[in-house]
């Protein structure tokens, strides 16, 4: 009698040991390729778990075999979705393990901010006693939320913690968890001049690209902070320096960017009003953790021939 063959997942990526052997113990009937960018296996994988920035048309094509992709990130803007969607491959993701991490980088970079941190730190290194720090507190700001969903709804409810307002901005307007209210894109220029604080956490989508404009910024507060831990197409750079040497805001606070890794020679690393963070806010030691919770009831379905998985992509929304 012949063996029915193993499905084969394979990994772009290697999980820690004790990740694989959990995959392992689970799985024993699965065939499981822990690689890093190596595609010499493609033909033969049902089924890719990926960071999705290492997967091009060409990848897809070879692909004869290729069911499911399991993008552990929340974005996908970098993957040939269109040559994805023709082949009729579902696309799942982890949208909502950020919400921890990313949340406490916002936390921690206003936080440090507002208590001028970047000024005490200097004047350590300067060896100078200085208690003129022009330090603000965030309790009785207000905070715009772009993008309320999970990662949002988390900022926001820090944030509460401390005092502060929130509103949010969404496609559609809806009401968002721990908004104390929600507006759809269409009025965002309405609440921009309440706004302290603005944080995009938007996946990049046609809706999303270059949302901000000149005029938006015209309309924040001039001691605005502005921080953008989504998708760097949200602003030009040029937009967004004009409004930093301009002084229209304060601060901008960045963790992603048009081009990654940003260019040595860009402005953004010498202004005096701007952090630059390396796409780094979403990252913890639990990350692949998190993405093989969704991931291994998602396979467990699928291995009982359903579909209905935690994180479906709509892959024409882009998320």
Known sequence: MTKERSTIVLFTFVPKEQQQRRLLDEF??????????DKSRLEEAEIIVTYGEDLAEKDIDRAKKLKWIMVASAGIEKMPASTIQKKGITVSNVRGIHKTPMSESVLAHLLALKRSLPFIY?????????????????????????????????IGRLLQAFGVRTIGCNRSGNNANFMEKTVPYPELMAVLPEADVV?????????????????????????????????????????????????????????????????????????DNVIVSPHVSSHSTKYVERSLDIFIPNLKKWLKGKRDFTNIVNLERGY
């Open 199 to 271: 944080i995009s956490v938007l996946p990049s989508t046609p809706e999303t690209r270059h949302l901000l404009t000149e005029a938006h910024f015209y309309a924040m507060k001039d001691n605005a902070v502005f921080m953008n831990f989504g998708r760097g197409d949200l602003v030009s750079d040029q937009v967004l320096i004009h409004a930093l040497e301009e002084k229209l805001i304060s601060w901008a606070v960045l963790d992603v960017f048009e081009t990654e890794p940003l260019p040595k020679d860009h402005p953004f690393w010498t202004m």
């Open 122 to 154: 200097e004047q350590q290194r300067k060896g100078e006693w200085n208690r003129k720090s022009g330090a603000t507190e965030l309790a009785g700001s207000t905070a715009l939320i772009l993008g309320p969903g999970a990662i949002g709804s988390e």
């Open 28 to 37: 024993p009937d699965v065939t499981f390729l822990f690689t890093y960018h």
